[in-house]
């Protein structure tokens, strides 16, 4: 029950509802086509993009607070994580074209393996402040999670949590990782 309320929270398309709401249409359309913080930052400006990472990340943290408190233990809370996950890049309600679940990613390990997430948002930021690449501090950001999660001590459930979504979210990326081969990936600070 959890992992498909989780599911269904991930599903909640803030970035599009954003891009409705402000007149800038279908964000699937515009931009880089993707329903992400991002996105909205390239189009909108930093705060909207700001907002609407913050909503995808209570997204996250909401689904792993459910669990906690409908079934306890460790298992639940790290499946309904990964639910949520799956939610915000395939969300049921936009025909399952949706972002790519770093933000939500962020929230459920923000809860789950703490000391992965800090130091996942110092890779990100280190990464991003050099190369000015989001895509790339997103990538190893994600990849950086399950390892540090396993050496911090974190429960098997949350290690094969952290895995799982960094195996998604790095494939979402993958034309992200060829416009980076390509030279031709948008930099941070440059709206399209």
């Known amino acids: 029950m959890s992992v498909l309320l989780a599911y269904l929270v991930g ?3 803030f970035a599009w509802l954003f891009a409705r709401r402000s007149g800038r249409g279908d964000l699937r359309r515009v ?4 329903l992400g913080a991002a996105n909205v930052a390239r189009l909108a400006g930093i705060l909207p993009g700001v ?3 913050l909503l995808d990340m ?3 943290i909401a689904s792993v607070l459910i669990a906690e408190r409908v079934s306890g233990g460790v298992t639940a809370p790290a499946l309904a994580g990964l639910a949520a996950i799956v939610g915000h890049i395939y969300p049921v309600w936009l025909g399952f074209r949706g972002g790519k679940g770093v933000a939500t990613a962020c929230g459920v390990f923000l ?5 992965a997430t800090a130091s996942a948002l110092v890779i990100f930021t280190a990464s991003v402040w050099t190369t000015k690449y989001i895509s790339l501090g997103s990538v190893l950001a994600t990849a950086a999670v399950p390892p540090i999660a396993y050496w911090s001590g974190r429960s098997t459930p949350v290690v094969f949590a952290g895995l799982a979504a960094a195996l998604l979210i790095v494939f979402r990326h ?3 990782l060829a416009r980076l081969r390509a030279g031709t990936e948008h930099r941070f600070g440059r709206r399209s």
């Open 31 to 34: 931009g880089s086509g993707n």
């Open 174 to 176: 993958r034309s992200n």
């Open 58 to 60: 209570s997204k996250g």
């Open 51 to 53: 907002a609407v990472a």
């Open 111 to 115: 809860l789950l393996a703490p000391t």
């Open 11 to 13: 599903s909640i398309p």
